[in-house]
């Protein structure tokens, strides 16, 4: 299988500088191709990449179309079986990519798989964005396996075992080429956050898995783009959460989970105002009103959603409340959660 490695850049100069020579070096192989996809930069980072790694293919975009858009485009000109898409703050562990190519062979209902994600500053903890591979709960909250809300932990091995997931993050997602595109790509008016555990459940709703490979590894430097207090950040991620459940939530129960979270988001507001945190608080605000601003759109999509889905229940979702068991129970590792996803590949 031949393999694209696509970076999204914009404006990263240093980023691209420090992490691009270790991408290159650890991708090595007859059948990779490493892609920088460039968003219409200003600041020479294209300029440094053809002088530097000639070897590397640059697709320059010529605007800034974004993290979904970006990737959507450069991914409809690339001819690979796979491509993977990787943060210009990732360094891949030597030998990453063939584990990776393999469980892609081995499994042709997988839409796509991810490698464990640890942290660039701290290697022996797994990392914010993806951890050990990503699940949801029944109330339609993303978490990780090794990660849950703030709380990361030390890597010992114990989630080293390969299977199904409900989600893999966008720092180092190895999709299908051709599926990625024809399913529609990353979603453009998520903007930003989510918009992959958007793509993962539309294509698992219609039979294809996710799956997480732990014997590929990167190193993911993390909060780029907006630090996790962002302000900005926390309004994305309430919107963007309750987009997510309306497009892809078969049933009426998709009705009801949100009107369930309205309150679930309702008390967070008020935990931040109790806080004092009154940015983070009118954020949750301006994402609720948002989300009846943009209802009719978010639903126009559900209902051209809704008769692709072959499987609407999956079992990679748990089946009680993250929040409750981490606020309220204090449960702050995945192992302790009655769940127990794995799928073995």
């Known amino acids: 299988m031949k393999i694209s490695v696509v970076i999204l850049n914009w404006n990263t100069c240093a980023l691209i500088q420090q992490f691009l020579p270790i991408v290159v070096k650890n991708s090595e192989g007859p059948d990779v191709q490493v892609v920088v996809a460039d968003n219409g930069s200003t600041d020479h980072s294209v300029a440094w990449i053809k002088a530097n790694h000639p070897e590397v293919r640059v697709i320059e975009l010529g605007q800034n179309l974004g993290f979904a858009g970006g990737y959507n485009k450069a991914l409809s000109l690339i001819n690979s079986d796979l491509s993977v898409l990787l943060n210009s703050d990732a360094a891949p562990a030597p030998n990453w990519l063939p584990p990776l190519i393999a469980a892609m062979e081995q499994n042709p209902q997988a839409a796509a798989c991810v490698p ?6 701290q290697p022996d903890f797994f990392e914010y964005a993806g951890a050990a591979g990503g699940f949801i709960d029944q109330f339609g909250y993303p978490f990780c396996r090794g990660r ?3 709380q990361a932990e030390e890597d010992s091995g114990q989630y080293h075992q390969p299977g199904s997931i409900f989600w893999g993050s966008g720092a180092a997602l190895v999709v299908r080429t051709r599926l990625f595109v024809t399913s529609g790509g990353l979603d453009t008016d998520f903007f930003a956050h989510m918009e992959e555990i958007d793509w993962c459940w539309r294509v698992k709703n219609q039979g294809h898995q996710i799956l997480y490979v732990p ?12 630090s996790y207090q962002n302000p900005h950040k926390t309004y994305l991620n309430f919107r963007n959460n309750l987009f997510l459940i309306l497009k892809n939530q078969p049933g009426h129960g998709a009705y009801l989970t949100i009107a369930f979270r309205f309150l679930l988001d309702f008390l967070a507001l008020l935990n931040f105002a109790a806080n004092k945190e009154w940015k983070n608080a009118l954020a949750v605000s301006r994402a609720h009103r948002q989300f009846f601003l943009q209802l009719r759109r978010y639903y126009l999509k559900r209902k051209r959603l809704m008769p692709l889905v072959v499987q609407k229940e999956h079992p990679e979702t748990y089946q009680g409340s993250v929040v409750w068991d981490f606020f309220a129970k204090g449960k702050t590792r995945f192992s302790q959660l009655r769940f127990n996803p794995r799928r073995t590949v």
């Open 116 to 121: 464990t994600i640890k942290d660039y500053s």
């Open 148 to 150: 849950l809300f703030s």
């Open 215 to 226: 014997e590929s590894q990167i190193f993911h430097m993390g909060g780029g783009t907006l």
